[in-house]
């Protein structure tokens, strides 16, 4: 999704891993983690990408995502894939990467132990915890911590911040009025925070909330936290 | 596939009333819930605690189940056993006959509600009063419940005014919480100085001793389980738990979890039959209606340790915007969506799984730690594989995605074949209208267009 629909979000990624010294690799073969099947019902397609996924990444010594969702997908429901199609080599091949599949985020401030990273960037943010990376991953004010070191950033606290924005993949075209209602009350509490900007380590969480937006016209931006830290404006 | 979830929350999403009485009932209960499991410092060790039982009745549920017979036995109650709600049913309804009565109070049950029992009564000539506030409400609106706990929450006082005042025959009555309350407690006196039969759920049953639990917060439940000479409980065979000693976990997380209090106001406790003292006639009817089938699947089973607390209901963003109509089921929420495909089979309730955007929210707050979002997602792919979800266009779409990320090659002709197709749809780099069966998304959001450059053209050319 961030390679096709959102490359700057990739692009933001790497600028960031790369400032702080890390090698960056991007292994070319690598494309989907397969939460879109998994979620929708689809296990032995899931079990295909999620097979391709831990041959992909095999040789990596860690693999940092610019999305919390992804990351879950890989450490709470692939052991449950591997579990379900009966295959004892992927369970194995799992168990060996599980480790080392982290969301960006997680990397910066609980593996590296930075927050500041000489970024810049001038204007009213809010931050919507996504819910993979808030009852997911449960990455707790580490995304906040990385944007609160954030050189001209005012962060306004968000409303109800740890309730769901609706967007749940294929819920949000399978239930399309209800993620939509869901997503009202989001975006009337974005608005009420009279933010600029709105944050999230999801894109796809993003993409519901700046479709919203969009709709009714408002100016209020949304980008991937790893946007702002690769800002040096 | 009957008509499903999203057929149904979409008359629901759009009676404001509605919507406006459940975010303001179900944001109540949830901060109360927050302030006393907060208080508790070891309320993560409760839950665990609680899990663990559940998971050990689970586990040896066969033993315990004939160890619970024979204590009732012993304490001078009888037990029957029900295949299915049909065997339930007939059960129920000769025990009634034999006592020759045409009406019996009802303590709130979800399990009587689960088998129909009363359209069973009512087909015998035997009418069933429930005699919970709430459930009185639903019964004289002829309405189904839309909460666990709080079956009326679709409901406000001015609603229930207008209903009591022309149910039960007081034109002047007021919307004053306290008259409404009265009134209700004129109307079901009668009732218990008249029954002679009563019939009750069970909120636990104790297998060492044979008793039965129920937790109430009016006391009408505990009139049902004293006043009438016949009292006939129907306990899911989940309902177990191993000794006394255990409740004391449950006791704890069920009132903190469900209405947010430390304690709840009745608890009744009984065991078999007390000569010259309460009902002198005691049924158990033991019920499966399909919970062995649940048992038998390794990530679904762990559904049964469910307490009924309704904590996943009150935060759950899908069940505040619908409702519970919209699940077209007694056990609405996210409790519903995994427990209800589990007893009835994804053909009738294949949608109930994909109500959900998976947020985790039920999971975390549940005092049995069921893994709620999992069980969705387990769920959701029994369904695709019993085809009671996703029509064709689904299927091959899944499957073009599918072959298409199976491929560095092919995933980036897609894109490409992507950025072709979508040239219609664009204006101003974003898209505002998809047809087919994307026009969900597009009904209220709009879409960014694929941009000109992915991430890995713009790695190749670094």
């Known amino acids: ?233 | 596939m009957k008509s499903g979830f999203p057929q149904a929350a979409h008359v629901a999403l759009r009676d404001t009333q509605l919507r406006r009485n459940l975010a303001l009932a179900t944001t109540t209960i949830r901060g109360r819930r927050a302030t006393v499991t907060g208080e508790r410092p070891d309320w993560e060790e409760l839950r665990a605690a609680g899990a663990a039982i559940k998971r050990r009745v689970l586990r040896h549920l066969d033993r315990h189940l004939l160890q619970f017979e024979a204590a009732v036995q012993q304490a001078g109650g009888t037990v029957h056993w029900a295949r299915d709600a049909r065997e339930a049913n007939e059960i129920v309804v000769a025990l009634v006959r034999r006592t020759g009565a045409l009406e019996v109070v009802k303590v709130k049950s979800l399990t009587t509600d689960e088998i129909g029992m009363n359209d069973a009564l009512a087909a015998a000539g035997v009418r069933a009063i429930e005699t919970d506030l709430a459930e009185l409400i639903c019964q004289l609106a002829g309405e189904k419940p839309s909460h666990i706990l709080v079956p009326a929450i679709h409901k406000n006082r001015v609603e229930i005014r207008d209903l009591f005042r022309r149910e039960l025959g007081i034109p002047d009555l007021t919307d004053e919480p306290a008259e409404l309350a009265g009134a209700a407690r004129v109307y079901l006196r009668e009732r218990f100085l008249d029954a002679s039969v009563a019939i009750s759920g069970a909120n636990f049953a104790v297998a060492e001793t044979g008793s039965v639990c129920v937790v109430e917060s009016e006391g009408n439940g505990r009139f049902c389980t004293t006043l009438p000479n016949t009292l006939i409980t129907i306990v899911g065979i989940e309902k177990l738990v191993p000794t006394l000693d255990d409740l004391e976990v449950f006791l704890q997380l069920l009132p903190r979890s469900s209405t947010g209090e430390r304690m709840n106001p009745y608890t009744s406790l009984w065991t078999g039959v007390a000569p010259g003292d309460g009902p002198q006639e005691f049924h158990v009817v033991l019920l499966d209606n399909g919970r062995t089938n649940v048992l038998a699947d390794e990530v679904g089973r762990q559904t049964l340790a469910c307490i009924r607390c309704s904590a996943c209901l009150n935060v759950c963003p899908v069940y505040e915007r619908t409702g519970g109509h919209a699940y077209g089921s007694v056990y609405p929420g996210p409790i519903g969506a995994i427990l209800t495909p589990q007893l009835v089979g994804t053909a009738e309730a294949g949608s109930l799984p994909f109500a959900s955007s998976l947020c985790g929210a039920c999971g975390e707050v549940c005092p049995v730690k069921i893994d709620i979002p999992q069980v969705l997602v387990h769920l959701r792919g029994r369904a695709t594989r019993e085809r009671a979800s996703g029509g064709v266009g689904e299927r091959a779409a899944m499957a073009v995605a599918a072959r298409t990320l199976g491929s560095e090659r092919r995933f980036r002709w897609a894109r490409r074949l992507g950025r072709l197709v979508q040239r219609p749809f664009v204006t101003d780099g974003k898209i505002e209208r998809l047809p087919g069966g994307l026009s969900g998304w597009t009904s209220t959001r709009d879409l960014p267009a694929v941009p000109a450059r992915s991430f890995r053209d713009w790695w190749r050319s670094r």
């Open chain 1, 1 to 233: 999704m961030n390679d096709t629909l959102f490359p700057e979000v990739g692009i933001a990624t790497v600028q960031v891993l790369e400032r702080l010294g890390h090698d960056v690799e991007f292994p070319e073969a690598q494309t989907c983690c397969g939460q879109v099947h998994l979620n929708t019902g689809y296990q032995d397609a899931a079990a295909d990408l999620a097979r391709r996924f831990v041959r992909v990444f095999a040789d990596e010594e860690i693999v940092v995502a610019p999305s919390a969702s992804c990351v879950a997908t890989v450490r709470e429901f692939y052991p449950y894939l591997a579990e379900q199609v009966d295959d004892s080599a992927l369970a194995r091949e799992v168990e060996a990467i599980v480790p080392r599949v982290v969301e960006l985020t997680e990397f910066l401030v609980r593996h590296g132990g930075v927050t500041d990273i000489g970024a810049r960037f001038t204007a009213r943010v809010t931050y919507h915890p996504t819910c993979h990376s808030l009852r997911g991953l449960r990455l707790g004010d580490a995304p906040l911590a990385l944007l609160r070191a954030v050189d001209g950033l005012d962060l306004v606290e968000l409303p109800g911040a740890d309730e769901c924005c609706g967007f749940g993949g294929t819920f949000a075209v399978k239930n399309a009025e209800t993620s939509s209602a869901i997503l009202d009350s989001k975006i009337e509490n974005i608005v009420a925070t009279g933010a600029e900007v709105v944050a999230a380590v999801d894109r796809s969480c993003l993409t519901q909330i700046g479709g919203g937006l969009s709709r009714m016209g408002s100016t209020i931006r949304t980008l991937h936290v790893a946007e702002i830290l690769a800002a040096a404006q």
